[in-house]
């Protein structure tokens, strides 16, 4: 069983939809089952799913988690960046996801690394090791914990912001400053589920950005810096200073350069490592497409790196 748990923040919602709203990997219709088993509590108290919930009230979500058997390693290539006995970093190509899910139940980086290795399984059945996330068609670097003691460690260090992820992406149009912080909150889009939004009462969310390099007035590639790390949170909040990343499907506009979904790269990763408390630093080189579209905008707009 994983537990999940939050504090209210926008109230009068009904429970289920506060749940699907707070906690994107469950749907309304999945908060309304775990309700109706009573694997959700108000202050301790069950309710159900028609209770308008109040603000700080808090929340806590059981679910119950499938059997291991179902999770199978696979013989997948990686490409891993560091490993020792604790942690695990591997650079994740494009069109890969990161644990199994609704759409994607196998082919995922958590089949590749439990054939490669044994992982801890505290963070759940199908999420094992696995500390953070980057969407399916982001590329880049992800930690990954190989004991309980690391995935506690890491955990702490990305709730405590002491972890260090810097992206690169390619978005549209010029900014007019180098630099700049997007401080916008971010939570489930009231028009379409599948995407997330700036929203009222949303949870924290925080994207430092740094301009690399100018094409023109059509494109700017950046470096973000995440403080949090929210879902999609640099393509959403890329789209509300409307400077969408290139080739985002989801956010972006249908007229964009050609690639393999979006070009966002998680190109730096830092922490502390577990045991030894050495800081850790790693580097990504940019995807072979990233690279070729970058040096083709260059002869197009002739430019130079800032």
Same mark, same amino acid.
């Given at each position: 069983?994983?537990?999940?748990?939050?504090?209210?923040?926008?109230?009068?919602?009904?429970?289920?939809?506060?749940?699907?709203?707070?906690?994107?990997e469950i749907s309304r219709s999945r908060a309304n089952e775990l309700i109706k088993d009573d694997l959700v509590t108000v202050?301790?108290?069950?309710?159900?799913?028609?209770?308008?919930?109040?603000?700080?009230?808090?929340?806590?979500?059981?679910?119950?988690?499938?059997?291991?058997?179902?999770?199978?390693?696979?013989?997948?290539?990686?490409?891993?960046?560091?490993?020792?006995?604790?942690?695990?970093?591997?650079?994740?190509?494009?069109?890969?996801?990161? =644990? $199994?899910?609704? /759409?994607? +139940?196998?082919?995922?980086?958590?089949?590749? !690394?439990?054939?490669?290795?044994?992982?801890?399984?505290?963070?759940?059945?199908?999420?094992?090791?696995?500390?953070?996330?980057?969407?399916?068609?982001?590329?880049?670097?992800?930690?990954?914990?190989?004991?309980?003691?690391?995935?506690?460690?890491?955990?702490?260090?990305?709730?405590?912001?002491?972890?260090?992820?810097?992206?690169?992406?390619?978005?549209?149009?010029?900014?007019?400053?180098?630099?700049?912080?997007?401080?916008?909150?971010?939570?489930?889009?009231?028009?379409?589920?599948?995407?997330?939004?700036?929203?009222?009462?949303?949870?924290?969310?925080?994207?430092?950005?740094?301009?690399?390099e100018r094409f023109g007035n059509d494109y700017t590639l950046v470096q973000c810096q995440l403080e949090t790390g929210r879902?999609?949170?640099?393509?959403?909040?890329?789209?509300?200073?409307? =400077? $969408?990343?290139? /080739?985002? +499907?989801?956010?972006?506009?249908?007229?964009? !350069?050609?690639?393999?979904?979006?070009?966002?790269?998680?190109?730096?990763?830092?922490?502390?490592?577990?045991?030894?408390?050495?800081?850790m630093d790693f580097e990504a080189p940019l995807p072979e497409i990233f690279e070729k579209t970058l040096n083709n905008l260059?002869?197009?707009?002739?430019?130079?790196?800032?």
């Amino acid at each position: 069983m994983r537990e999940l748990e939050y504090h209210v923040s926008l109230t009068g919602l009904r429970l289920d939809k506060s749940i699907s709203d707070e906690l994107p990997e469950i749907s309304r219709s999945r908060a309304n089952e775990l309700i109706k088993d009573d694997l959700v509590t108000v202050n301790g108290e069950t309710k159900k799913a028609k209770y308008k919930v109040k603000e700080n009230e808090k929340i806590i979500v059981n679910v119950p988690e499938t059997k291991q058997l179902d999770l199978v390693p696979e013989n997948i290539k990686l490409d891993i960046v560091y490993e020792d006995d604790d942690v695990i970093v591997v650079n994740k190509p494009q069109g890969m996801v990161v =644990h $199994p899910a609704p /759409g994607h +139940p196998d082919h995922t980086l958590v089949n590749a !690394l439990l054939y490669h290795t044994d992982l801890p399984d505290i963070n759940g059945t199908f999420r094992p090791g696995i500390v953070h996330r980057i969407d399916k068609d982001t590329s880049g670097l992800l930690m990954v914990a190989k004991s309980d003691i690391a995935m506690q460690s890491l955990s702490q260090q990305l709730k405590d912001k002491t972890s260090r992820r810097k992206y690169i992406a390619l978005v549209h149009g010029s900014f007019k400053e180098e630099s700049g912080t997007i401080d916008a909150a971010l939570g489930r889009s009231p028009k379409d589920r599948k995407k997330q939004a700036v929203v009222k009462g949303g949870r924290n969310a925080v994207t430092h950005f740094k301009v690399l390099e100018r094409f023109g007035n059509d494109y700017t590639l950046v470096q973000c810096q995440l403080e949090t790390g929210r879902t999609h949170q640099i393509r959403v909040h890329m789209k509300y200073i409307n =400077h $969408p990343v290139v /080739g985002d +499907p989801l956010y972006g506009p249908r007229k964009t !350069l050609k690639g393999n979904g979006q070009f966002l790269h998680a190109a730096e990763l830092g922490f502390k490592h577990p045991t030894t408390g050495k800081e850790m630093d790693f580097e990504a080189p940019l995807p072979e497409i990233f690279e070729k579209t970058l040096n083709n905008l260059r002869n197009q707009y002739q430019t130079k790196e800032v």
